[in-house]
Every structure is written in structure tokens, then in C-alpha cells.
């Protein structure tokens, strides 16, 4: 199939394929989802041959589906081709621009290339991939909105809007740090259950934003409370989450000191349902309103932006 010869038709493909999952939505040309397709088959998991076969499929299944956006790890080093990052400040323009059009098996696939940006608050470097489309797709949904939007996730975003533009943002491995921590190592010997809202989970975030001592300390203190039986076992979860979340809590604060103020507008958190409810909890606690967005609403809402800009 064609991108050039399909990009008029009415229904668009977007396939967000990461390193452990690929998920693809075929859509109306007005964004409604017509159809959605999923297999933990990222990229990581898959050669060049696998790559290849695994869009056909897909065309196979949806013969009529009409230009097709590619965005994740299928755009980097260990994916279908490396696509240089847009550079930030970026607006979706500059996103669409710097996209690379790809054959992988039979399709032509746009690659979606994420953004690298220049940290304002130290000079810092950072990367993102895949999660412009839903950042952007918010943006396209609010147009107006200019601050602070947040994904949480395995490695959670804080990006800054600003007149329709990305212009920085920051990464915390924070969900990583936890998945491993309580799947294996010491920690993982304490645990028991998931982490929940609550006095527990609270406490974690006021000790990790309060950085009295270093994260390091304050996660094998997890065990120490836990054997010396001042926290249950059934609760450990949730305290380390916290400790996690409020120690990234800090970095927003130090690095967008208007996160503190209570009058701020509410911060958009983008991502699955329980884990924004915890952002939000440890929010609320430092005086800080926020909402969750659907995220695959907005991923639909930039993939449907990202074509529109394309066509003109």
C-alpha cells in the first residue's frame, strides 16, 4: 500500500509499537476508532523478517485502511529504521516534518520521530518517544492549554506546553525502578500485593519529596520497617510507590517552581486509570489539583492531528 496514493482515503492506521507491545488503531477520518489491534510483539521481541510480517498482517485484516503513522520504538536504533528526533521547542509541525516515510513488508509507513530537548532547568539532555502523538493529541484537544502535562508510566513524563509547543520536558524511571524493585532483589521479599491510595502510600510521598535523606536510604528502610513490624507486608507496596512518586514530585517542584502554587491550573495526567489515581493523590497531598485523560483518547485525538497536518 501506498502513503502517497492512500493519504486522501477516508480512514487512517496509527500503530503505537514499542519495545514490548504493538497496538494499532484503525480510525474514521473524523478520529473515531473503527477498530483496534494488539500483541505483545514490540520490537525488542522482533528481527527485520518479524517486523515485515507482522504489517502485513495487519493490512491483511484492514485492507481499506488508509495512510499509516508509525510511532514508538519502531522509529529507533533497535527498531525498523532510526529517526532522528525533532528538536525542541517543537510544535506538531515540526514533528510531522521531521518524519520519515518507511516500506516495512508491503506498506508504507510514516515514522513518527519523537522529540529530544535541552532541559531549561540544568542544561540537561532528553528524549521521548512514542509519547508525542499523545501529548500532541491532548494538545489538539485542548488548544489553548499551556503548562505542564504529565504521562505516568514505567518512565514517566513531565512535559511543558507553550503556544502549541513542546518546549521541555523531563524523564523519571520512577515506575521502572518499581517494577523491578518488587519483582525481584531484597525489596521484592517484603511485598506482598499492590500498591494502594492511603495513609501509607501519603507518607511515602511526603518522605520522598521531603529528601531528608537519599532515596536509596529511604527504599531499604522499606524492609527495615517491614522486619522490624512498624509496616505490613500487605502495605510495603504502596510505600515504596510512594517514596518513588514523591521523590519525582520533588523534581517537578524544583524544576517548575509554579507547581507549588495551589492556584495552579490542574495538571493533566495521561495514562492508565490506577496509576493516575495515585498521581493524583500524591498531588492533592502537596497542594496541587490535576485530572486524568484517557490515553487512548489521546492518542487517537494525535494520530488524527498528526495527519491533518500532513495534508496541508
Known sequence: MSLGAEQNAAEIVGVNWGSTNFRAYRMAADGTLLEEYSEPAGVAKLDRQGMMDLMDALMERWPAGGAVYASGMIGSNIGWQAVPYAVAPASLADV?????????????????????????????????????????????????????????????????????????????????????????????????????????????VRMGRERKLGLGTLLFGARARVISGQLERI?????????????????????????????????????????????????????????????QEACLAGFRALHLVRQR
Open 235 to 295: 502495605a510495603a507496596a504502596s510505600f515504596i510507590r510512594g517514596l518513588l512518586i514523591g521523590s519525582e514530585i520533588a523534581d517537578a517542584q524544583a524544576m517548575h517552581p509554579d507547581l507549588s502554587n495551589a492556584q495552579a491550573m490542574q495538571i493533566p495526567l495521561i495514562g492508565n486509570g490506577p496509576l493516575c489515581k495515585l498521581y493524583r493523590s500524591a498531588l492533592a497531598s502537596v497542594g496541587v489539583d490535576s485530572r486524568a485523560v484517557d490515553s
Open 96 to 204: 510531522a516534518a521531521a518524519a520519515v516515510l518507511a516500506r516495512i513488508g508491503s506498506t508504507e509507513v510514516l515514522l513518527v520521530p519523537g522529540i529530544s530537548c535541552q532541559r531549561a532547568y540544568d542544561g540537561g539532555p532528553d528524549i521521548l518517544r512514542g509519547e508525542e502523538v499523545e501529548l500532541f493529541g491532548f494538545s489538539a484537544m485542548h488548544p489553548d492549554w499551556n503548562g505542564l502535562v504529565a504521562l505516568p508510566g514505567t518512565h514517566t513524563k513531565w512535559a511543558r506546553f507553550d503556544s502549541g509547543r513542546i518546549t521541555d520536558f523531563f524523564t523519571s524511571m520512577s515506575g521502572e525502578i518499581f517494577d523491578r524493585l518488587t519483582s525481584a532483589g531484597l525489596l521484592a521479599s517484603i511485598v506482598e500485593g499492590e500498591a494502594q491510595d492511603g495513609p501509607v502510600f501519603l507518607d511515602g
